[in-house]
């Protein structure tokens, strides 16, 4: 298990050169780049643009792990449907050239006056297709456990079934909904087979990041954990704290 970072709010107005530098000052080693963001990497790059960006990572210990998009398809309407899984299948492309493993997808809700079961039957349906896209280039689609009634586990294990892909899996978003009479087993157990990526917030928190830390490693995940974090006056400072918190919480699980 390794620690990386989500350019959500501490990174985010850094450049691409930036970010790789502070990062592995700090001992992380690897990204998850959001759209948005200062960095500029977006579907609308270049391929000289691309290439630049695979390029640059191979400069560096620190990976470029996965391409955060704000691509969600809960919505009934099938033609909005579409239109989020082609702007997906572009993340796709763009993984694939900057030499990204994964692009990260999430639901946002549930709409109303909709059966919950039907949307997810419609959020399984849009996965399951850039899902089998992804796999043609090699790059992993991961559903953010996100959203107003989606981040439930129930729910993010109800769009899972629906999707039915192996291609697709689930980014743990460190959620207060996980936690159930003060452990997160519950929430765990429901979803563990499906995790590919893990979103982690402040180590400092009340969320019982011991606990799952332990939970992590006893099932095997040898993937990353991404810090997204609060916007911080000294980034540079926060990020040698959080990694040393991190290690010190990593151990303790061991």
């Known amino acids: 298990m390794q620690l990386g970072a989500v350019t959500y709010n501490v990174l985010k107005d850094w450049d691409l050169d930036t970010i790789i530098k502070n990062l592995e000052a700090a001992g992380f080693s690897a990204v998850e780049l959001r759209t948005g963001h200062a960095h500029g990497v977006e579907r609308s790059l270049d391929a000289a643009g691309r290439g630049r960006v695979k390029e640059r990572f191979t400069r560096t210990k620190v990976r470029l792990l996965s391409l955060g998009s704000e691509c969600e398809f809960q919505s009934p309407d099938p033609a909005e449907r579409r239109k989020q899984v082609e702007a997906g299948k572009q993340w796709v492309d763009l993984a694939h050239d900057v030499g990204a493993w994964g692009v990260k997808v999430r639901p946002n809700g549930l ?125 540079e400072r926060y990020l040698r704290n959080y990694k040393a918190l991190w290690t010190e919480l990593s151990r303790k699980c061991s």
């Open 111 to 235: 709409p109303k006056d909709v059966p919950k079961e039907t949307t997810f039957q419609n959020i399984g349906g849009a996965l399951r297709e850039l899902g089998e896209y992804g796999r043609g280039y090699g790059v992993e689609i991961w559903l953010e456990v996100h959203g107003r009634d989606t981040q439930l586990p129930s729910s993010a294990a109800a769009i899972m079934k629906a999707t039915g892909n192996e291609n697709v899996g689930l980014c743990w978003n460190s959620n207060p909904t996980d936690v159930v009479d003060g452990s997160l087993k519950q929430s765990f157990n429901l979803l563990k087979k499906y995790l590919r990526n893990c979103h982690i917030h402040e180590l400092s928190d009340n969320y019982p990041y011991r606990e799952l830390f332990a939970l992590l490693q006893q099932n095997g995940y040898e993937r990353y954990t991404l810090l997204e974090g609060q916007a911080s006056k000294e980034p």
